[in-house]
């Protein structure tokens, strides 16, 4: 089974930044494709970005733009770096794995953005 912890969720003020990371406890290949999703209060978990390595980002609209995913494989990491962010952007930030087909998920990291 594949671990993945995120971090770097927080607290922002509208406008700010804030970078996650998430990190897999076993080697994560570039056929492999990494992600963030999101879930807000009340709603559906939702795409923001996803990646393989050597390949451009695939984004949500909503993402492109604002936020930038990048990968480490060195680490078994991704990261998303997001600017600009609005209250719209407050949610549960997840990360997740694709491997052989199969998608793993990290527990969630918070992030909430006032007004």
């Known amino acids: 089974q594949i671990q993945l912890v995120e971090s770097g969720g927080g607290w922002v003020q509208a406008g700010g930044s804030l970078r996650l990371s998430c990190v897999a406890s076993?080697?994560?290949?570039?056929?492999?494709?990494m992600g963030w999703y999101r879930q807000g209060v009340g709603k559906q978990r939702e795409l923001v970005a996803t990646?393989?390595?050597?390949?451009?980002?695939n984004y949500a609209d909503f993402a492109r733009g604002r936020f930038t995913i990048s990968r480490d494989n060195a680490k078994n990491a991704v990261y998303l770096q997001m600017y600009s962010l609005t209250p719209e952007d407050t949610a549960v930030y997840y990360c997740?794995?694709?491997?052989?087909?199969?998608?793993?998920w990290g527990q969630g990291t918070q992030v909430t953005v006032s007004s």
């Open positions: 076993t080697t994560i290949f570039s056929g492999d494709i």
């Open positions: 997740k794995a694709r491997v052989d087909g199969t998608d793993y």
């Open positions: 990646k393989r390595s050597g390949r451009d980002g």
